[in-house]
């Protein structure tokens, strides 16, 4: 499998992954006795990126450029046969699609480093790569016809899922006879070529470093602490200079018995301190929250079964922390009897489209009885439900949406509307099923006088019905403008139905 | 008017207030130059209080005993005459109606120190203490029948209500003619009364520390910083012996343009430094929220007009913080023109019990178009709307819940119940009307063969019905308990329905 590196003299795209890779010593334990960095140089900047041994006497350094141009390098290693190296790295213009990094823009929303918006429409397989070859080519497969550009996935295996894994992070033997000093590189490499697929795909990997479904069984989930330490660098290293990787401490990290805030705080720090990019960071819970006002944290990453139903519920969050919100986990759909695993398609679907018009983000994921034991949630394979076609739409309506992102309009009045004040609306009524709209806007940057057109947009059967002429507005009372000749817009009484509103220059 | 002091030999109640007076200097600036204060001693404990000028040559020392029998204190001053002097104090037994000040407990609820549960049913009335006479009477007579037990109140008086009053904070010359540097102890003397009038009524003072509606017509609202900090540790000194006092910082604070988030930060450390007794600390915003998880901040006192209409909304915060959450400000009862000051009765009441059943606190307060300009929430004086009587109802049905709070059962489900899990449910269904409550709870707690007495709670025509027999549980599906002959509770059709389900022995 491709790591999507490149190394020697190939130039190397902005935001593509260059890799310098050197003969070093193989004796003792390179993973412990070998330190090894690079500084990257170009005028007065300097990047600074650590270094991994990848077995077999060969350590690689990894580095994503964010600029075009000539960069330099210089290694530092207390090996002799690694330290001093110097050489060059020519840096292209990213090829179509390589939009960088993904970060945090205007608070809470997000957007490529190149200013592309990035309209997170999100899903979740935890333990994809764990899989056998044929169900992870099929996963792919899947994901390239799907909608979704982030993916939840583990790092560590899933012991939920039963089944042992013929790859794993350390050498020893399973269950439990690890050596934690020692990585298993081959467990790695087969990572690395997962996660330069998912780039090509352009899908953000959001990779779950620690999670709570071992339950002690190969003890991952309870390592010490310097183990952690050293595995979070190690990731860090191999990982950071793929553009799609985002960092997510943890998956329902308070059910993890075994650890205390302190050493989720410690998490994050080791991981900020060794990221040179700034990927984006966040840390998923079950029951408690973290405190995601904490520096590190550059959006939240929620789990509620519930918040997401009703868009003055899905809002509140945003205001405790100014932060994107990401409502990664809010059921799914499925037919299991677990109530978290029930949710109809349109259930599902319902929850993005409220998680839009609050100004938040929602993950997806399925989980259908299955006589193999395979659901997309746990393993990946195919897509069962009937909400990824429509999320495909949903997110098309989204890409259109003002690149700022969508914003809620007249907050605290149950008034299902966000967009951007006097030029965009976008309102969704959810399961009721209103036959009629009295045309009304919020009056924050409205002014008699202008002039509007208007799409009906049914989110379930995916069509959007531009409405014939266009609408004027009046103020009316302290609050609103509505059309100056009170008129309304017909609906069909169906639920699910939204409406596009934007201003005519 | 009486400041509700002992003093000289005469004993003090615990969680009284005891008050040396020394007759000091009067040259100079007291306020600025004279340092006192004083250390009581009971047994190997020692609180330090502050002491406070309170002009002609008086100077005062405040002390709040949480233990009963002998004290002794020492003065300490940088002026001879008030350092070194040493005395004692006898403290007795509270009086009834006295259980100490209110504190945190059980994480999201609140206790009188002496153990007893605080339900806080809240009030505001900013500017009450800067009416006239006759209206201070008045709203006094109104509190004393009315059910709340906690006032919010501004220090500071109000600009937004037009007229001047006739007591400043400072020395000078209205509006803009201040001596910063000297209170005004007449002031200061007639709140001390007010303060120890609601103590006597059984009323919290949430005495609000600034606001921004000066706007800059006396400047209180943009002192310089070392003014804020003397205010601040005067207003401490002053109040602190007080058992009925909160600290809030401020209303709306987020509108204060001239203050920063390290203003606000400094404020609450100023207070928590100068308070030996811990009372309780919070900040109140407008549409920007501080961050509660600062360790200074007690409780959350939010505003937010909406989302006490769900139960599923009002919980989100408490998990954010993990920390009492009283939404102070829900909009209010009234019938203005602004949508702020437009809820029914009915509405209002709704407020506290979703509230109640989402495991947090809500705050009342009305506004009616009046010819002469008073209303509750600004000015106080006689209550108009229809919410007080219920909120008697509501506040008596909360004293009989289980003295560990109100927690929310079984989240994320859109089920309206709370209580304590296998003992004591309280579900509300709002504005929805059922006809017919099929017995179920959900599981936590509950075991077969459990056995429950139900009560009919009509909350708005104030009655409860308790049904003839007893429901016996057995286990339905993965998550609830039913009446083991699949029985339903017979509801009348109309909105504001509760029920009552308490565990027989």
């Not at 308070?254 to 966040?282: C, I, N």
């Amino acid at each position: 499998m491709d790591a999507g590196m490149a190394g020697g003299n190939t130039p190397v795209e902005r935001w593509g992954s260059f890799e310098l890779q050197l003969k070093g010593p193989d004796s003792g334990n390179p993973f412990l006795e070998v330190d090894l960095s690079a500084e990257f140089r170009q005028g007065g900047r300097t990047v600074r990126v650590g270094g991994f041994y990848d077995g077999d006497g060969l350590y690689h350094i990894r580095f994503m450029p964010d600029s075009v141009g000539s960069w330099t390098y210089t290694t530092r290693s207390n090996r002799p046969a690694l330290d001093g190296k110097t050489g060059q790295v020519t840096v292209v213009p990213p090829r179509s699609g390589n939009h960088g990094p993904v970060g945090v823009r205007h608070t809470f929303h997000f957007a490529y480093a190149d200013g592309t918006p990035f309209w997170q429409v999100g899903t979740t397989s935890y333990a994809w790569t764990h899989q056998s070859e044929a169900l992870q080519r099929q996963t792919l497969q899947t994901l390239a016809g799907a909608p979704f550009n982030k993916l939840r996935m583990a790092v560590f295996p899933n012991h939920d899922d039963r089944g042992e894994p013929s790859l794993f992070p350390f050498q020893g033997k399973a269950p439990l006879g690890w050596d934690f000093t020692r990585f298993d590189p081959a467990f790695f490499r087969h990572l690395d070529g997962r996660v330069a697929q998912l780039r090509a795909l352009g899908i953000e990997a959001d990779l779950i470093l620690f999670h709570p479904y071992d339950k002690g069984h190969w003890g991952f989930d309870r390592m010490p602490p310097e183990v952690d330490a050293r595995y979070l660098r190690y990731v860090v290293a191999r990982y950071g200079a793929y553009r799609n990787v985002w960092w997510s401490m943890a998956n329902e990290f308070d059910l993890m018995r075994e650890k205390s805030m302190a050493d989720w705080d410690r998490a994050f720090q080791v991981v900020q301190a060794a990221d040179p990019y700034g990927h984006l960071r966040s840390i998923h819970h079950s029951l408690r929250l973290y405190d995601n006002n904490k520096p590190w944290v550059t959006h939240a990453s929620l789990q509620n079964g519930s918040a997401v139903e009703d868009a003055e519920r899905a809002v509140l969050y945003r205001d405790v922390w100014n932060k994107p919100v990401v409502f990664d986990e809010v059921k799914y759909e499925g037919d299991i009897e677990r109530r978290w695993g029930q949710l109809s398609a349109e259930e599902m679907v319902l929850r993005f489209w409220i998680g839009a018009i609050s100004g938040t983000y929602v993950g997806h994921s399925e989980i259908f009885d299955d006589p193999q034991g395979v659901s997309w949630l746990a393993k990946g394979g195919t897509l069962r439900g009937g909400s990824p076609a429509r999320l495909a739409f949903f997110r098309r309506i989204l890409s259109d949406s003002p690149p700022e992102g969508l914003e809620p309009i007249d907050k605290w009045q149950d008034y299902p509307w966000a967009g951007k004040p006097g030029a965009y609306y976008l309102g969704y009524f959810g399961r009721a099923t209103p036959r009629n709209w009295p045309f009304a806007l919020a009056k924050p940057g409205l002014a008699e006088g202008m002039r509007f057109r208007v799409e009906i947009i049914d989110t379930w059967n995916m069509t959007v019905a531009q409405l014939d002429g266009t609408f004027e507005i009046k103020k009316q009372g302290l609050y609103s403008f509505v059309d100056k000749d009170a008129r309304s817009i017909a609906l069909p009484g169906r639920p699910y139905m939204a409406l596009r509103i934007v201003r005519l220059a």
